[in-house]
């Protein structure tokens, strides 16, 4: 009885504690994992950082990529393409932060938004750094992430080569 107490135990928090919070301005939202999307076209990590959070009015995407310009920004209308084919367009709020090493942006969704994205995983994202170019600087244009955990997969592969983003946002609200 008590190695099944203490199995429960383990569960309940390793549920609880594989939660993650986004914190914007001060402000803490009950939030994804971070998704690391594939990006063959943005060179610089061929990595962007995906997550989304659940606000009072609906939800909130940070993307996130390394940089060597801390002045360039992840700027202008962002897609989210869904499994279903549609899309949603994100409009820029001129929210963002900036370090070092990376740009970070937040995007907002309306409830609407969010309940399609609890029901079709997202496949792929389109968005624009802005900036200015020279040498040994990071990359400025139109990007394209797409939902892949590696560059390489097998069909003898046992577990998916996507992020199940449906099913952690549909955790969001549980």
């Known amino acids: 009885m008590n190695m099944r107490l203490l199995l429960l135990f383990f569960l309940i928090h390793f549920s609880v504690s594989s939660q993650e919070m986004m914190t914007v301005k001060n402000k803490q939202f009950k939030g994804t994992g971070v998704w690391n999307f594939i990006s063959t076209n943005y060179t610089l990590g061929g990595e962007v950082q995906l997550q989304l959070a659940k606000t009072e009015n609906g939800g909130l995407l940070k993307l996130s990529v390394v940089t060597t310009n801390p002045k360039s920004m992840i700027a202008g209308t962002v897609y989210v393409y869904l499994s279903d084919n549609s ?88």
């Open 87 to 174: 899309f949603i367009s994100c409009i820029d709020k001129g929210q963002f932060e900036n370090t070092e090493n990376s740009l970070s942006s937040y995007f907002n969704f309306t409830a609407a938004e969010m309940n399609k994205l609890k029901k079709h995983n997202i496949t792929s994202i389109r968005f624009n750094i802005k900036g200015t170019s020279g040498n040994f600087a990071n990359q400025i244009g139109n990007f394209t992430a797409v939902n892949k955990k590696s560059y390489y997969s097998s069909r003898y592969q046992n577990t998916p080569n996507i992020f199940e983003t449906a099913k952690e946002i549909n955790n969001l609200y549980q």
